[in-house]
């Protein structure tokens, strides 16, 4: 008996395993202004190894605002053909896949927003990652750099700059991050264990008044 069901179980995992996953929409395309950052940015870098990446960003803008219309409009017609790719793709991925990204990505936030706890207001607040402490240092730039955008796209384009981000410049965002967290571990332990006493104490205090009223 014990043997068959081993057996089905080894079954069930292996036509598990046959499922393939579905793959990730494609990528969306790049604005010219993102193309040519890309292009300048490493000698940027090369001949700026001391600035921060504010000041990268800002000389990125001046560069681009220095290129003559007729040099933007190469930009502007790769930026065209990298939307055309991306629309044809994303056009057979749909055939492929029906059900859209946006309806699956809005079921896991409603997920989310039903397993979500009420935060304490008195909780050590969640530390920032490396890529969030690098986005708030570099956001007022690009939209300086790229006024007129949605506060979705100004993610995009710093999205992008982060995974262009030589490691060298993203070490100082890491090692800032890996900090805050060490010392957010350290305030949580604190908070947990004010909080167990805390809850020990007023249990004690509900159990002893319980008492003295039966008496």
Known sequence: MGTSKKVTKSRSKKGKSKKSKKPAPPKRPRNSYFIFAAEVRPQILKDNPDAKIGEISKLTGKKWKA???DKKKKYQALADKEKEEYEKKLKEYKKKYPQSTESSSS???EKKKR???KKDPNAPKAPQNAYMLYAAEVREAVMKENKGLKVGEISKIIGK???ELPEKNKKKFQDTAKKAREEYKTKMEEYNKN???TTTSSTSESTSTTSSDSD
């Open 161 to 163: 700059m982060w995974k």
């Open 195 to 197: 909080k167990k006493s």
């Open 67 to 69: 290129v003559s219309e």
């Open 107 to 109: 079921t896991s936030e």
């Open 115 to 117: 397993t979500r706890r």
